[in-house]
Nanobody
Framework: AQVVESGGGLVQAGESLRLTCAAP??????VGWFRQALGKGRELVAV????????YYADSVKGRFAISRDSAASAVYLQMSNLNVGDTAVYYC????????????????WGQGTQVTVSS
């Protein structure tokens, strides 16, 4: 199985973007969005359980980002609002080895990522 990210781009601060993770075969697993800024390590941004009910957000994006999923489309979305320069990074999605993320570690299903660049 493999995931494919899309939807990145260049936007100005304050604008919005929606990222899409095509994740066929992962409807029964938690899926997370991660990001890696230039020169920094990869960090978890948000993760959602298999049923779309439970979700976690990093403090830096709470209130601005929303993760959701559509099982019929085998897709997980990351709606990003009020973007700032600090959100500039390559964004990746990845599936966990479990239906819920609590106490679990992400799997090894990294896609190629999608670049998000926010200008001031």
């Amino acid at each position: 199985a493999q995931v494919v990210e899309s939807g990145g781009g260049l936007v100005q601060a304050g604008e919005s973007l929606r990222l899409t993770c095509a994740a066929p075969g992962f409807n029964q697993y938690a899926v997370g969005w991660f990001r890696q800024a230039l020169g920094k390590g990869r960090e978890l941004v948000a993760v959602i359980n298999f049923d779309g009910v439970g979700a976690y957000y990093a403090d830096s994006v709470k209130g601005r980002f929303a993760i959701s999923r559509d099982s019929a489309a085998s897709a997980v979305y990351l709606q990003m609002s009020n973007l700032n320069v600090g959100d500039t990074a390559v964004y990746y999605c990845n599936a966990y080895y479990a239906a819920t993320y609590q106490g679990q570690t992400p799997g090894n299903y990294w896609g190629q990522g999608t670049q998000v660049t926010v200008s001031s």
